[in-house]
């Protein structure tokens, strides 16, 4: 276990799975086709572990589980921006594993066996009511937000469980979702996303 260090990220996150458009794992209950083929990007405009810079770097996470989601059992891929040197992977790999607390804590608490960690180029882009990430020869996936009936973006907030609790989410749908890595070869098309800003800390 490493020294709980002084940390906050915030920055922008994405994520898509097999779900149907709104996923309702984060109600707990269980997923559209039985089981939860997830990827997750997220974007950090700026962030710190201790006096370890973080700004402008991006991270990646594939997850399977394999029926309700609370009910844990997960594995899980964690792919680190290339641009990061060993002290920024480091300190990527403390937060994200759930060693420093805060949400990634509760996420990784569901999470069985870890994958592994890959150092990869990661590209998140996004564009109005589009976010897009790709990681070559692994992963890509490409949604855009559902409209309100008043306008504006469709958004759900404070749900049970869900990746990101200090912003409310907006709800999308997949044009393009690929991952090939591991064991696993996922790939869909009108399937449920979301998106939001994002601020992790203890």
Same mark, same amino acid.
């Given at each position: 276990?490493?020294?709980?260090?002084?940390?906050? *990220?915030?920055?922008?996150? =994405?994520?898509?799975?097999?779900?149907?458009?709104? $996923?309702?794992? @984060?109600?707990?209950?269980?997923?559209?086709?039985? #089981? $939860?083929?997830?990827?997750?990007?997220?974007?950090?405009?700026?962030?710190?572990?201790?006096? &370890?810079?973080?700004?402008? *770097?991006? !991270?990646?996470?594939?997850?399977?589980?394999?029926?309700?989601?609370?009910?844990?059992?997960?594995?899980?891929? *964690?792919?680190?921006?290339?641009?990061? #040197?060993?002290? /920024? !992977?480091?300190?990527? @790999? &403390?937060?994200?594993?759930?060693? /420093?607390?805060?949400?990634?804590?509760? *996420?990784?608490? =569901?999470?069985?066996? !870890?994958?592994? @960690? %890959?150092? !990869? %180029?990661?590209?998140?882009?996004?564009?109005?009511?589009?976010? $897009?990430?790709?990681?070559?020869?692994?992963? /890509?996936?490409?949604?855009?937000?559902? &409209?309100?009936?008043?306008?504006?973006?469709?958004?759900?907030?404070?749900?049970?469980?869900?990746?990101?609790?200090?912003?409310?989410? @907006?709800?999308?749908?997949? %044009?393009?979702?690929?991952?090939?890595?591991?064991?696993?070869?996922? /790939? =869909?098309?009108?399937?449920?996303?979301?998106?939001?800003? =994002?601020?992790? &800390?203890?």
């Amino acid at each position: 276990m490493s020294e709980t260090k002084n940390w906050i *990220l915030q920055g922008s996150y =994405f994520e898509t799975c097999n779900c149907e458009t709104a $996923c309702p794992c @984060v109600w707990l209950q269980p997923p559209t086709n039985g #089981d $939860c083929k997830l990827l997750v990007a997220w974007h950090i405009e700026q962030g710190h572990l201790g006096d &370890q810079s973080l700004d402008d *770097l991006n !991270v990646a996470m594939a997850c399977y589980s394999p029926g309700l989601m609370i009910d844990g059992n997960w594995q899980a891929a *964690l792919y680190v921006d290339e641009r990061a #040197d060993d002290s /920024q !992977v480091d300190a990527i @790999v &403390q937060i994200f594993s759930g060693q /420093q607390g805060g949400h990634p804590a509760i *996420l990784m608490s =569901f999470v069985s066996e !870890v994958l592994g @960690v %890959k150092k !990869v %180029k990661i590209d998140y882009q996004e564009q109005g009511n589009n976010r $897009c990430m790709t990681i070559p020869g692994i992963a /890509q996936a490409d949604i855009e937000s559902i &409209q309100g009936i008043t306008g504006g973006q469709a958004t759900l907030s404070n749900p049970p469980l869900c990746v990101v609790t200090s912003h409310p989410t @907006v709800v999308a749908k997949s %044009k393009n979702y690929q991952y090939q890595d591991y064991d696993k070869n996922w /790939q =869909f098309s009108e399937c449920n996303g979301y998106f939001s800003a =994002f601020v992790y &800390q203890p």
